[in-house]
């Protein structure tokens, strides 16, 4: 157990729809990353938050949008949904900003499982 | 941008036969480099990394050697096990800017390991 709890664990939906993907992170961790995981794409970085402000970006689409809240758990938005959107969406969280050489422990969910139809 | 090449699986070996999964790497600077795996069913999880030139990374009988000169940080085991069927991972971790770093991964390598 990473200590990453996402949820849902599984999402069916229609396309044009609009779910929201939740994430707490570890306790005392104040980052956390959004990756999703596609047969094709593989594991594509989307966007990382520091202590509630955004810290980096990815290849996310505008269509998605992500926040993080003062109790340092986030929300993942993803609208107007389309088929291409169905993955394994990944949470994890770390320590500090992921800055500093090594700095690259993350520690991950268990994912949410979208299935667009 | 950065990139990282792993060899395409799925893999199948038999127990304890010696297994090498390559990675290859593309950076501009002097990543940090790292293998995750991902058992069935659960997220991704470190397993070994290396943060400068010839360091090894080793873990649970898993190690990997950072190869500036071949930009390479292949993974070996020298004897599989079944609890080793998983799916593995090789990322390099680089600077996004304003103090921040990000992973990229590989697609990933599915090893099977068969009794």
């Known amino acids: 157990d990473s200590g990453v709890t996402q949820t849902p664990k599984h999402l069916i939906t229609a396309t044009g729809q609009r779910v929201t993907l939740r994430c707490s992170p570890r306790s005392g961790d104040l980052s956390v990353y959004w990756y999703q995981q596609s047969l094709d794409q593989g594991l594509q970085f989307l966007i990382q938050?520091?202590?509630?402000?955004?810290?980096a970006k990815g290849n996310i689409l505008e269509r998605f949008s992500a926040q993080q809240f003062p109790d340092l758990h986030s929300e993942l938005n993803l609208s107007s949904l389309e088929l291409g959107d169905s993955a394994l969406y990944f949470c994890?969280?770390?320590?500090?900003?992921?800055?500093?050489?090594?700095?690259?422990?993350?520690?991950f969910g268990e994912g949410s499982r979208l299935t667009v139809l | 941008g950065n990139s990282v090449t792993q060899m395409e699986g799925p893999v199948t070996l038999s127990e304890e036969a010696f297994l090498t999964i390559n990675c290859t790497y593309t950076?501009?600077?002097?990543?940090?480099l790292f293998w995750y795996v991902q058992y069935p069913g659960e997220g991704l999880q470190l397993l070994l990394k290396?943060?400068?030139?010839?360091d090894k990374g080793s873990n649970k009988g898993f190690e990997a050697t950072y190869r500036k000169e071949t930009t390479s940080f292949h993974l070996e085991k020298g004897s599989v096990q079944v609890s080793d069927s998983a799916v593995y991972f090789c990322?390099?971790?680089?600077?996004?800017?304003?103090?921040?770093?990000?992973?990229?991964f590989g697609k990933g390598t599915k090893l099977s390991v068969i009794p």
């Open positions: 290396a943060t400068k030139a010839d």
């Open positions: 990322a390099l971790e680089e600077d996004s800017g304003a103090g921040s770093y990000q992973l990229t």
């Open positions: 994890a969280s770390s320590v500090g900003p992921g800055s500093g050489r090594g700095a690259g422990e993350l520690f």
């Open positions: 938050y520091y202590n509630g402000e955004e810290r």
């Open positions: 950076a501009t600077g002097y990543p940090s």
